[in-house]
C-alpha cells in the first residue's frame, strides 16, 4: 500500500492544529457549560428538581472534560449505551497501537481529527449520561440565532431561486448552466458560516448571497464546475424516462449554509437535472453547527411559516419534495465518528453501499473535507484522486472553504505564493474550492 502522510496534530507547535486544542476547544466547552447554565430555569420548569440536579452534573463532567484536555490527559474510553461506543473504543485500541508500549493516546498527541471528534462524541456523552436533560442540544440556541441573523440573506435567496423557477422550462442549456454555476458557488461560499471556527460566535450571511459571487471567483482555488455539470447534463441527457438519477448531499452546518443547500436541490430537481436527492446530516449535535435532523426538519418548518411569501413557498416545496419521497433525509452514525472516510466501506458498509447508488456525492464544508483526504499533511500538489485513498463510492465533489491546515490537487506553486503573502490563507475562510473525483 503506498504510504501516507502524518496525521495533523497538535504536537505540531504553532499549528492551527495546536491552535485549536489549546484555544478554541476549551472555549466551545466553556460556552456550552455557559448555555447550560443560562438555561437552567428551563430545565427546572421542565423538570423540576431532577432537571437541575442534571444540569449540575453535566456542568461538573464538562469542566472536567475541559480540564483533562487542557492537561493533555489520556483519552480514556467512552461510557455509555449508545451503538457508536464499540467502534470508538477500539478506534482507541488503534490508536494506542500505533504507539510505543509506555505512551497513551492524548490530546496534543493524538490526531487532531479524532481528539475534535472525541470531544463532541464526550460532550454528548455527559448529557446522554445525565437525564432527564439527556436530549437537549446544547447547541441548538447558536444555531438557531445565527439562523435569524442570516434573514435578509435567506429572503434574496429564497426570492432569486423562485425568479428561476418561474420559467424554469423555458431555459436553454446555456442558461441552465449559468443558474447551476451561481447556486452552486452560492452553496460553497454558505460554508464560511459555520459557528465552529468562530467558537459559536455570530458568523451569520449578512451580505447578499448572488451579487458578491463575481468578486468572489478569484477566491476559488480549484474550479471543477464545468466537469460536474458535465456529469450532470449527460445524465440528464440519457437518462430514460424511467430512470432514476440521484444525487446525494453531505450536509455540513444548520442555518444559513444549510438553506443554500436545500435552495441547490430544489434547482436541481426542477431543472430536471436529477430525479431524487439524498441528504446526509448528523445523528447527534456536533461540531457546533452541523445539522442534525431536528435543524432540517425546524428549519423547512420556519420557512414555511415565514412572513415572507418567497420563503415560504420555498418551505412549502421542500416539505411537498419529502412527502413525495424525491427528497430523502438520512442519518448514519458514521459521520459522527472520527473514522477518514477511506475506512467506510470497512466500517459503515451499508452507508457505503447506499452512497453507490449516488450519480454524485455532494460533500459540504471543512470537516468533510479533512475526512475524505484524512487529515494529513499531504503536499499542495499531491491529486484529490490520491489523497482520497481509494474512498470512490461515487463521483464525488467537495463545495468547502478553507478552514483547516489541509489542501490538496493545487497547481504547483499555487500554495507556495500564499505561504509568505497570507500566512492565514489556509484557516481563515476566505478562499474555497469545488473540487471533483469522477474515477471509481
Ligand atoms: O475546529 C476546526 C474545524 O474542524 C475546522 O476544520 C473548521 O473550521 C470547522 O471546524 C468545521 O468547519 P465546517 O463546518 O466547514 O466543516
Ligand atoms: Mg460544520
Redesign the pocket.
Known sequence: MATVPASLAGSFQGS?AYF?IKD??PQILTRVIDTLHRHKNEFFEEHGEKGIEAEKNTISILSKLRNELQTDKPLVPLDDKLPDVPLWNQYLEYQQNLLDGNEQPSWFQSP??YV?CYMYRRIHEALVHNPPIDDYDVFKEAKVQSFFESQQAIIALCTYLQEILKNIEDLDEKQLQEEFFKLLQVSLWG?KC????SAGEDNSQKASPLKSLDNLKTFILVDDMESIWSLLINNKKRRTSEEITRVDIVL??AGY?LITDLVLANFLLSSKLVTEIHFHGKCIPW????TTKQDFNWTIKQLQSANNRWMSRCGMNWEGSIKKGVWVYHDHMFWTLPHEFCSMAQVATDLYTELQKSRLIIF???????KLTGDRKWEFTVPFHQALNKFHPAPLCSL??L??DVQVGLKPGQGEQFVTSEPDWM?C?KYGVVQFDASL
Open positions: 492551527f485549536s478554541r476547544l487532531w481529527l475534535e460554508n459555520d459557528l465552529s471556527i455540513d452546518n449554509e461540531y457546533v453547527s452541523d459540504k464544508g471543512d470537516l468533510n473535507y479533512r468547502r472553504t478552514k483547516s484557516i475562510g
